[in-house]
């Protein structure tokens, strides 16, 4: 009896203690906020994206033509310049003293030629009346040629001399910017000495270089018999990309990298981009019209590779496995595991689980 006792109360407090650990069991966590978007189906770019260096279309390195000492620099280090704009001045007495030398050799030989041609002048009417001999006169018109080339030589001096007085003034043969001025004022310089003066890099066009796979070639030659091949110049810190076209595609594949070389021009009046510099190059080779696309921040990379959160009809959260072909400005392109209208969490993701309850709010303005 007391044994039977025993066993009723230890059932009711069994009992008893189980409706206790119901009646305190934890909540269910709340449904975790989220901002979603709509995947739409728009006409997106195909692109194609290759590192690229920059590349002047024209580079100059100034050099005196002449002998003498540098008087002055008209520009400073790193100056924008226009064609023909005066850079430096050498000392021109030498050229100008030149000058007048050649002045006065054509002079003197001016008047040998006036007094020459005068001569055959006067002793032609006496030759012909016999009294001057066929000798003397073949001489005298000997003379007035001789005359005349000493002039056609003194006048190339003269324009040889001008020329060299014109070359103390060195301008600049094309625009763009002037790099570091390498010789000071006050210095010496020697005609097409091996150091130049400055370098004149045009900025305005500009060349981009760069290297795409071989596989591509006959893409990028049939998008270009299309219509004009855009590309666009990604550089660091700058926000929007630089705008251009492809001016060149090489004649040969690079047989020890499998790839092509292109060229593209960009107008550059910004001055974005920069000789030597290295940028991203993006290329339009075509367009996919009915794309699926979601804001880029819709994408997560987990362990299995790239995915998104799917907002259910019963406003729970699928992780479904994507796979983008690419991301055109701050839009995935998803060519597997997404429809058109399905609903995906834009920001939020780091609350939300699989099969996880989601709360949808509206984005912040």
Known sequence: MQRGAKFAGLALACTLAAACSRDHAPPAAPPAPVVVATAATRDMPVLVNAPGSVEAINSVAVKSLVDGQLLEALVEDGADVSAGQLLFRIDPRPAQASLQQALAQQAKDQATLDQARSQVKRYEDLAAKGYLSADQMEQYRTNLDAARASVKVDEANVAAARVALSYTDIRAPLAGRIGRILIQPGNVVKANDT???????????????????????????????AAPLLAQANVVGVDDPVEGRVAFIDNAVDTSTGTVRLRAEFPNAGHVLWPGQLVGVSLTIGHDPGAIVVPAQAVQNGPDGAYVFVVRSDQTAEQRKVAVARVVAGEAVVELGLAAGETVVVDGQSRVEDKAAVKVMPASG
């Open 195 to 225: 150091n130049p003066l400055v370098t004149i890099n045009q900025i305005e066009p500009i060349y981009v270089n760069f290297s795409l796979p071989s596989s591509l070639l006959g893409r990028v030659q049939a998008a270009q018999k």
